[in-house]
């Protein structure tokens, strides 16, 4: 196959890989925007390379007119997420979207590789449209924690270096690692609660914070300068005092008075 038709065969992995990604991207938007904890810390994603793919061609001893139905991650998105509870719920989430069909998965986290990689792998049908009309193609989903994809880079790293001839004393302390990360995983797991909590209420302050300052930014407008510094004032007064409950009782309040401002200049407009 020449240069341009790798072009073409590839053209529309690129716009799954980022049409996916941008999806997922959302839907973590969407539940910050919630204040809701999100299983999903994050995603990126990639079409293999040329050489990446020929690789496995040869590796794997595939035709070039069985490409796209034998190597299955030609294009691939990767979900990163903090805890593996997390794992199965993004599963749930993608298995019960309409613009993707699972065909089928590899559980790599109950069943750890004999390398010790651990992941969660959806393979999927998912449509593109491009000028040509719809393209069904197949893709790969891989869902794991921070801590295995920490794993899983630096393997990565070291079989390109050693070509899959990884030195054994090298694959001894892998598989230490591995089992560190299972550790290190399971330990995160028995205080998720706490973890989330601290993070939705780190969200909420965010959200009230940018809240009151732009309350008081559009105060300017309608207001007395006098009256607006006395309540900046007070607002570092009260964050300062890294109370929750005060800066929640504060936040309502200025609600109510801004509230009054606008409709007072609703008012004045008629
Ligand atoms: P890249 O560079 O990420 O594209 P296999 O026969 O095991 O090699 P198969 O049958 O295609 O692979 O499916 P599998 O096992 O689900 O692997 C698909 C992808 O999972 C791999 O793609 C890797 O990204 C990842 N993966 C699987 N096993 C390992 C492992 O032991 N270590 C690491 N770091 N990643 C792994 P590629 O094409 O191998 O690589």
């Not at 839907?27 to 990126?44: F, H, L, N, T």
């Amino acid at each position: 196959m020449d240069i341009l038709l790798w072009h073409k065969l590839l053209g529309p992995y690129e716009l799954a890989v980022q049409e996916l990604v941008l999806k997922f991207r959302h839907m973590k938007k969407e539940y910050q925007d919630r204040g809701m904890y999100c299983p999903i810390e994050s995603v990126e994603g990639r079409v293999k390379t040329v050489s990446s793919i020929l690789d496995k061609m040869k590796r794997k001893n595939i035709p070039m007119d069985q490409l796209e139905e034998l190597v299955e991650d030609i294009a691939g998105v990767r979900i990163i997420c903090q805890f593996v509870e997390d794992i199965e719920k993004v599963s749930r989430m993608i298995e019960e979207r309409s613009d993707i069909e699972v065909q089928y998965e590899k559980d790599y986290v109950k069943n750890m590789k004999e390398s010790g990689y651990r992941s969660y792998h959806l393979i999927i049908f998912y449509t593109v449209h491009t000028l040509e009309g719809p393209k069904k193609l197949q893709m790969e989903i891989q869902i794991r924690t921070m801590a295995m994809d920490f794993w899983a880079t630096v393997e990565h790293s070291l079989q390109y270096k050693y070509k899959e001839r990884i030195p054994e004393h090298i694959k001894r302390r892998l598989s230490n690692a591995a089992n560190a990360i299972i550790a290190l995983d399971n330990e995160m797991s028995s205080v998720r609660s706490e973890i989330m909590d601290a993070q939705l209420s780190s969200q909420l302050q965010h959200r009230m914070v940018a809240d009151i300052l732009n309350n008081i930014e559009n105060m300017y407008r309608v207001t007395s300068q006098r009256e607006v510094e006395k309540i900046q004032e007070e607002f570092y007064r009260i964050y300062a005092l890294n109370d929750m409950a005060e800066l929640k009782h504060f936040h309502t309040q200025l609600d109510m008075i801004a509230e009054g401002y606008r409709a007072q200049s609703v008012t004045e407009d008629l």
